[in-house]
Protein backbone atom coordinates (compact mmCIF):
# COMPACT_ATOMS: atom_id res chain seq x y z
CA UNK A 1 0.00 0.00 0.00
CA UNK A 2 1.26 3.52 -1.16
CA UNK A 3 1.74 5.50 1.61
CA UNK A 4 -0.15 9.20 1.82
CA UNK A 5 1.42 12.18 2.77
CA UNK A 6 -0.09 15.15 5.36
CA UNK A 7 1.96 17.79 4.30
CA UNK A 8 4.27 18.89 1.50
CA UNK A 9 7.64 18.59 3.81
CA UNK A 10 6.18 15.10 4.25
CA UNK A 11 6.67 14.36 0.89
CA UNK A 12 10.01 15.97 -0.39
CA UNK A 13 12.39 13.87 0.75
CA UNK A 14 10.18 10.92 -0.86
CA UNK A 15 9.91 12.64 -3.87
CA UNK A 16 13.57 12.65 -3.80
CA UNK A 17 14.36 8.69 -2.96
CA UNK A 18 11.24 8.19 -5.88
CA UNK A 19 14.07 10.27 -8.07
CA UNK A 20 17.21 8.29 -6.43
CA UNK A 21 19.06 7.92 -9.91
CA UNK A 22 20.96 10.92 -11.37
CA UNK A 23 19.98 10.23 -15.00
CA UNK A 24 16.25 9.96 -13.44
CA UNK A 25 16.63 13.51 -12.07
CA UNK A 26 18.59 14.90 -15.51
CA UNK A 27 16.16 13.75 -17.65
CA UNK A 28 13.70 15.75 -15.81
CA UNK A 29 15.42 18.48 -15.93
CA UNK A 30 15.79 18.80 -19.71
CA UNK A 31 11.90 18.01 -19.76
CA UNK A 32 11.48 21.13 -16.96
CA UNK A 33 13.76 23.15 -19.35
CA UNK A 34 12.50 22.54 -22.36
CA UNK A 35 9.16 22.96 -20.84
CA UNK A 36 10.20 26.13 -19.70
CA UNK A 37 11.62 27.10 -22.99
CA UNK A 38 8.41 26.40 -24.72
CA UNK A 39 6.03 28.72 -22.62
CA UNK A 40 7.95 31.63 -22.78
CA UNK A 41 8.43 30.86 -26.10
CA UNK A 42 4.95 30.21 -27.14
CA UNK A 43 3.59 33.37 -24.68
CA UNK A 44 6.20 35.58 -26.07
CA UNK A 45 7.16 35.41 -29.52
CA UNK A 46 4.29 32.73 -30.54
CA UNK A 47 2.47 30.83 -32.05
CA UNK A 48 0.25 30.32 -29.20
CA UNK A 49 -0.29 26.88 -29.56
CA UNK A 50 3.07 26.25 -28.34
CA UNK A 51 1.69 26.35 -25.11
CA UNK A 52 -0.20 23.21 -25.75
CA UNK A 53 3.31 21.20 -26.11
CA UNK A 54 4.37 22.76 -22.37
CA UNK A 55 3.15 19.94 -20.04
CA UNK A 56 3.63 17.43 -23.07
CA UNK A 57 7.40 17.67 -23.14
CA UNK A 58 7.65 17.99 -19.22
CA UNK A 59 5.81 15.01 -18.63
CA UNK A 60 7.38 12.91 -21.50
CA UNK A 61 10.27 13.65 -20.57
CA UNK A 62 9.65 12.70 -16.92
CA UNK A 63 7.71 9.93 -17.01
CA UNK A 64 9.70 8.27 -19.65
CA UNK A 65 12.68 8.37 -17.01
CA UNK A 66 10.23 6.46 -14.24
CA UNK A 67 9.41 3.94 -16.98
CA UNK A 68 13.16 3.34 -18.12
CA UNK A 69 15.50 4.61 -15.57
CA UNK A 70 13.51 4.24 -12.35
CA UNK A 71 11.12 1.89 -12.58
CA UNK A 72 8.91 3.52 -10.43
CA UNK A 73 5.62 5.39 -10.67
CA UNK A 74 5.62 8.73 -11.23
CA UNK A 75 4.11 11.13 -8.27
CA UNK A 76 2.26 13.14 -10.54
CA UNK A 77 -0.56 10.34 -10.27
CA UNK A 78 -0.94 10.54 -6.60
CA UNK A 79 0.68 14.26 -5.88
CA UNK A 80 0.07 16.15 -8.88
CA UNK A 81 0.73 20.10 -7.13
CA UNK A 82 3.60 18.69 -4.80
CA UNK A 83 4.92 16.88 -8.02
CA UNK A 84 5.20 19.49 -9.94
CA UNK A 85 6.50 22.02 -7.22
CA UNK A 86 8.94 19.31 -6.48
CA UNK A 87 10.24 19.19 -9.94
CA UNK A 88 10.81 23.15 -10.00
CA UNK A 89 12.77 22.99 -6.60
CA UNK A 90 14.86 19.70 -7.66
CA UNK A 91 15.52 21.54 -11.03
CA UNK A 92 16.48 24.96 -9.14
CA UNK A 93 18.75 22.84 -6.99
CA UNK A 94 20.47 21.44 -9.92
CA UNK A 95 21.23 24.66 -11.35
CA UNK A 96 22.18 26.28 -8.03
CA UNK A 97 24.67 23.07 -7.16
CA UNK A 98 22.49 22.79 -3.91
CA UNK A 99 21.07 19.13 -4.54
CA UNK A 100 23.93 16.99 -2.65
CA UNK A 101 22.65 18.10 0.64
CA UNK A 102 18.94 18.00 -0.05
CA UNK A 103 19.75 14.10 -1.23
CA UNK A 104 21.82 13.80 1.97
CA UNK A 105 18.97 14.81 4.27
CA UNK A 106 16.61 12.30 2.38
CA UNK A 107 18.90 9.01 3.08
CA UNK A 108 20.11 8.95 -0.96
Known amino acids: ?????????????????EHARPATRWVHLVGTVIAIGLLLWGALVGPLWLLVAVPVAGYAFAWGSHMLVERNRPATFTYPV?????????????????????LRRAGL
Open 1 to 17: MERRFATYDEFWPHYLR
Open 82 to 102: WSLRSDFRMAWLMATGRLGAE
